[in-house]
């Protein structure tokens, strides 16, 4: 019955994290909930497609467009529901005023100029990591980017308490410092094995960005919420990536 559930719960991660046509409801994120420490193994799946993808054009384009086409796959696949968090994250933050102002700030549908600079940036610093990566290391990276991405959502929701009701509120309340270390010794196994000390020194990078980013949520909003937990996605694949870059550049290894 455990496993039978677990695996229903890895099933709706995927419904949940990506496009992937394999059905969610309630009941499924109830598991998924129940089993939130597997989001690292759904970033692990995602990860591979998007790894499969840089190897394969990595061998006939030349890396501007290279990298362009591994963030369509990435948002392909992914969706734009947390980068549309970002952008609501990122205008509730850069607005004027009280607690009251900036919440409605970041529920307003608009687009503000602050959620605008807060994508460009990402996208920026993602298309920057990507295209002046050695081809022979980014599809291990992407693969670590993108379970880093998912242990950072892990930790803000571990570490913040919510303020709105929503998917948001839900996944802050079933996650634990349990839930978020059993993610973290999933997340750190992975990445030793596929980086070494680069892969573990990138989760470790994207997991103080999403730490940062839920004290940043609590000083402007009193909490969190499910947008934070989509910047914190998005800003901590972004923030593997660029550690990558400088790790791999440098050949940082104790191995």
């Keep these: 019955m455990l496993l039978r559930d677990l695996l229903f719960a890895i099933r709706s991660g995927f419904g ?5 046509p394999v059905g969610i409801s309630m009941e499924g994120i109830e598991a998924l909930m129940r089993h939130v420490y597997v989001f690292p193994l759904i970033g692990l799946s995602l990860g591979m497609i998007f790894a499969a993808v840089a190897y394969l054009i990595g061998l006939f384009l030349p890396r501007d ?3 362009i086409c591994i963030m369509i796959a990435i948002y392909w696949v992914c969706g734009i529901n947390h980068i549309d968090g970002l952008a609501d994250f990122g205008d509730g933050v850069t607005a004027h005023g009280s607690l009251e102002k900036k919440i409605k700030a970041m529920k307003d549908v608009n687009l503000g100029s602050g959620g605008a600079v807060f994508v460009i940036l990402v996208l920026l610093a993602l298309f920057s990591a990507i295209r002046s990566m050695d081809h022979m290391l980014l599809p291990a990276a992407l693969v670590v980017s993108e379970i880093s991405a998912k242990q950072s959502m892990l930790a803000f929701a571990a570490f913040t308490e919510p303020f709105q009701a929503g998917l948001g509120q839900i996944m802050i309340d079933r996650t634990g410092k349990r ?7 999933i997340s750190l196994s992975a990445s030793a094995l596929l980086l070494k000390t680069t892969g573990m020194a990138m989760v470790i990078v994207s997991l103080i960005s999403a730490l940062y980013l839920a004290r940043v949520s609590r000083r402007n909003f009193g909490g969190g919420s499910g ?5 914190s996605n998005e800003i901590g694949r972004a923030a593997a990536l660029c ?3 400088v790790l791999g550049v440098s050949g940082w290894t104790v191995w």
């Excluded at 949940?16 to 992937?20: A, C, D, K, P, V």
């Design 65 to 67: 467009i290279n990298a």
């Design 16 to 20: 949940f994290l990506s496009t992937i």
């Design 179 to 185: 839930e978020f270390l059993m993610g973290l010794i």
């Design 243 to 245: 550690a990558a870059l």
């Design 227 to 231: 947008d934070g937990i989509g910047a």
